[in-house]
């Protein structure tokens, strides 16, 4: 089965960096996905990683470790329309489907 | 290119009433999944269909949910006898891999329908 953990709720400043971490175990592993949920809205995909290290792009970058079991989402440069849920998701091969977090509502104040 | 499709957007229903809930995948996604949220709560997995046959269908409850991906039209969720516990956001995905795939691409969502019972 698979297990995925993130905080339930954070809040930060605009203009400041937050990191959402997820830990996640899994038996068949091949990729995390982290995706942006507004409120009443479909999640939209933010970044997928499937090797260990950091993948930037703009103001959002995605850390993996597979040993660890572990990733975080960054988010650099805050603004206000970033106020959402983050959801981390795992693939899992011998699945065949992905299994989501419940997801970490960020609050971002002016 | 039209996104992942879903109608309707909102479902009202009466306890006991037929709730049935419509997905049409991006052209070319041949793998559809079926997820539930709760207010304030993550995605549920429900269901996995890849045209014509239920892949997986481990998150969805045996009674009264049921789901089809027919080779012509879109995936149906059906909901039998609804009760006030079904009230919630079911959102369908699609891609254009899956099960066989060692390298998977993102899953695209619809926008998701809003089911109510009252």
């Known amino acids: 089965g698979q297990n995925i953990d993130q905080p339930t709720e954070m809040t930060a400043t605009e203009g400041a960096i937050v990191q959402i971490n997820c830990t996640y175990q899994?038996?068949?592993?091949?990729?995390l996905f982290w995706y942006q949920q507004h409120a009443g809205e479909a999640p939209t995909f933010l970044s997928y990683?499937?090797?260990?290290g950091l993948e930037e792009k703009g103001r959002f970058s995605s850390f993996l470790s597979r040993s660890k079991g572990y990733s975080y989402l960054l988010l650099k440069e805050l603004q206000m329309k970033d106020s959402a849920s983050y959801l981390c998701?795992?693939?899992?091969?011998?699945?065949?489907?992905?299994?989501f977090g419940d997801g970490t509502t960020l609050t971002v104040k002016p | 290119n039209a996104g992942v499709m879903q109608n309707p957007r909102h479902l009202v229903r009466r306890r006991g009433q037929e709730a049935r809930l419509r997905c049409s995948p991006m052209?070319?996604?041949?793998?559809v999944y079926w997820y539930r949220q709760l207010p304030e709560e993550g995605l549920k997995f429900m269901v996995y269909?890849?045209?014509?046959?239920?892949?997986?269908e481990s998150g969805m409850p045996k009674e009264r949910f049921s789901a089809e991906f027919p080779k012509e039209g879109p995936s149906i969720l059906r909901i039998q006898q609804v009760v006030r516990g079904d009230s919630a956001a079911y959102f369908c995905?699609?891609?254009?891999?899956?099960?066989?795939?060692?390298?998977?691409?993102?899953?695209?969502f619809g926008q998701g329908t809003r089911l109510t019972v009252v």
């Open positions: 995905a699609s891609s254009d891999r899956g099960h066989s795939s060692s390298m998977n691409t993102e899953a695209f």
């Open positions: 899994t038996s068949g592993f091949n990729g």
């Open positions: 990683n499937v090797l260990d």
């Open positions: 998701a795992v693939w899992d091969t011998n699945a065949g489907k992905s299994t």
């Open positions: 052209k070319g996604h041949s793998h």
């Open positions: 269909l890849q045209k014509e046959n239920i892949i997986d």
